[in-house]
C-alpha cells in the first residue's frame, strides 16, 4: 500500500466508500483505505502540528529513546545540548556562584565573612597544611574533654616559638600563713594545686593534682617575706624580713596508689625560727605525666 497524506486518505474514503446503501462500495475499497490509514499513521501523527493545533493531551510513553534533533522547550526555557549527568558538570559552569552568599555552610574564598556554624573535622582527624593523612598540624580528640595535639611547633607574631609545653608552670600558688584570727591559711589563687596542709608555725605541705607531675624531680622555687600583721598583703617595698623558704622534702607516688605528690613548704628567720608569712609563693616546672622526657644532657668534669 501506499504512505498517504491525511488529506489524501480522507479524499479517498469519501470516494471509494460513498454514504449510501446502493451496494458499490468493494471490500478491496474497504481494505485499501484500511491499510492506507495504517500505513501512513506514523507519517501524519509525526508531521502533525502538536504545538498548537493538535497538542497531546495526556502523557506521553515511550519504550525506546525518544530523540529530538533540535532541542527540548520548557516552559522557562530551551535545552539544546544533552544533559552531561552529575559527573559531567564542571561546578565553575553553574550560576550564581558569587551572587549575595548562597553556600552559607562554606567559607567565602574572599575571605568576606567568618564561618556561621561549627566545623566538625571527626575525631582523631587532622587539620593540616597538606589536608592529606600525614598526621601533621592539628588534631582534636574527644573523650569526655575536648583534648587538642599538634605536630610542629607554634610560631607566633612577633617570630617567637613554643615547640613544647615543659617549659611552662605546672602548678603555682600564692597564699597568706597568717590567715584569718585563728591561724588557718588564706590562699589568694592557686593552679593545679588540691590542698594547703598547716603542719605548724611555719610549716605547710602542698599537693598537687593527679597526674601534674611524672615523678619527684620537679623544679620548686619558693618566696616568703615572713611579716605576719594579721593578714593584711604588703603596701610598700619595705614590707618583708629575712627568711629562707625550704622546699627539702617530697613525697607521694600516684602510680602506687591515691598517694599525691606532695612538697614541703617551710619559712625560716635568721634565728632559725619558724615563722608565719603574710606572702607566700610556690612556682613549680616540671615533666608531667605521660610526658616524653628530653635526652639527658652530657656531664662534664673539669
Known amino acids: 500500500m501506499t504512505v498517504r497524506s491525511k488529506t489524501d486518505i480522507l479524499s479517498n474514503i469519501a470516494t471509494d466508500m460513498a454514504d449510501n446503501n446502493a451496494g458499490s462500495i468493494s471490500a478491496a475499497d474497504v481494505r485499501n483505505n484500511i491499510t492506507d490509514t495504517v500505513d501512513s499513521i506514523n507519517s501524519i501523527i509525526g508531521s502533525g502540528d502538536h504545538d498548537t493545533a493538535y497538542p497531546f493531551i495526556n502523557n506521553l510513553r515511550t519504550k525506546k529513546l525518544f530523540i529530538t534533533e533540535s532541542g527540548v522547550q520548557f516552559p522557562d526555557a530551551t535545552q539544546y545540548v544533552a544533559y552531561p549527568g552529575p559527573g559531567g558538570i564542571s561546578h565553575n559552569d553553574l550560576a550564581f556562584l558569587t551572587t549575595a552568599d548562597p553556600h552559607t555552610q562554606y567559607v567565602p574564598i574572599s575571605g568576606s565573612r567568618p564561618m556561621t556554624g561549627g566545623l566538625s573535622v571527626g575525631n582523631g582527624n587532622w587539620i593540616s597544611e597538606s589536608g592529606g593523612g600525614h598526621q601533621q598540624g592539628l588534631r582534636f580528640e574527644y573523650g569526655g574533654i575536648e583534648n587538642i595535639y599538634v605536630s610542629g611547633t607554634f610560631i607566633h607574631s612577633d617570630s617567637s616559638t613554643q615547640n613544647s609545653a615543659k617549659g611552662i608552670a605546672k602548678a603555682w600558688i600564692n597564699f597568706n600563713t597568717s590567715g584569718d584570727a585563728v591561724g ?25 593534682a593527679s597526674g601534674v607531675f611524672a615523678n619527684n624531680y620537679y623544679v620548686a622555687m619558693g618566696h616568703a617575706n615572713a611579716r605576719h600583721d594579721g593578714g593584711t598583703l604588703p603596701s610598700a617595698g619595705t614590707d618583708f624580713a629575712q627568711a629562707t623558704v625550704g622546699l627539702a622534702y617530697r613525697s607521694g607516688d600516684e602510680a602506687t596508689g591515691s598517694d599525691p605528690r606532695k612538697l614541703t613548704f617551710y619559712i625560716l628567720d635568721d634565728s632559725n625560727t619558724y615563722v608565719e608569712s603574710e606572702l607566700c609563693d610556690l612556682v613549680v616546672f616540671g615533666r608531667g605525666s605521660g610526658v616524653t622526657a628530653d635526652t639527658a644532657p652530657s656531664i662534664v668534669v673539669s
Open 184 to 208: 588557718t591559711p588564706v590562699v589568694n589563687e592557686s593552679y593545679n594545686i588540691i590542698s594547703l596542709e598547716r603542719v605548724g608555725t611555719g610549716q605547710f605541705n602542698i599537693s598537687f
